[in-house]
């Protein structure tokens, strides 16, 4: 299975359980807060909310441009386009070396 088809299938499978879940608490804090007057309007805004279409998750560059804004292409390597690979930055794991013995940190050792 793809991973996009993955993603899609957790959220429409966790996308009910939401809505039931936090369906009644929004509506109470939507007529609570003002934001709408009537019980019928809130139903509205809910169920717009809890089934408005989730924004598509198309992979774009992560890369900025030199005005600071996001860079807008479509991702090529690394999750950065073509022009802004030399913005990716390799992820600073836990370097994992064979050869050395981990000792307990802090603890005073005889001299
Ligand atoms: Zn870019």
Not at 6 to 29: C, F, G, H, L, T
Not at 66 to 80: L, T
Request: hydrophobic residues 30%; glycine residues 6%.
């Amino acid at each position: 299975m793809h991973e996009d088809e993955y993603a899609q299938m957790i959220v429409d499978a966790v996308r009910p359980i939401n809505r039931e879940y936090y369906s009644d608490k929004v509506k109470y804090w939507l007529i609570k807060s003002d934001i709408v007057l009537d019980d019928e309007k809130a139903d509205r805004l809910v169920t717009h909310i809890f089934e408005g279409k989730t924004p598509e998750n198309k992979n774009i560059c992560k890369g900025r441009l030199a005005n600071g804004k996001r860079c807008k292409k479509p991702a090529r390597e690394n999750g950065y386009c073509g022009f802004h690979q030399k913005q990716y930055r390799p992820p600073t794991g836990t370097q994992v070396n064979g050869n050395r013995v981990v000792r307990p940190k802090n603890i005073p050792t005889l001299l």
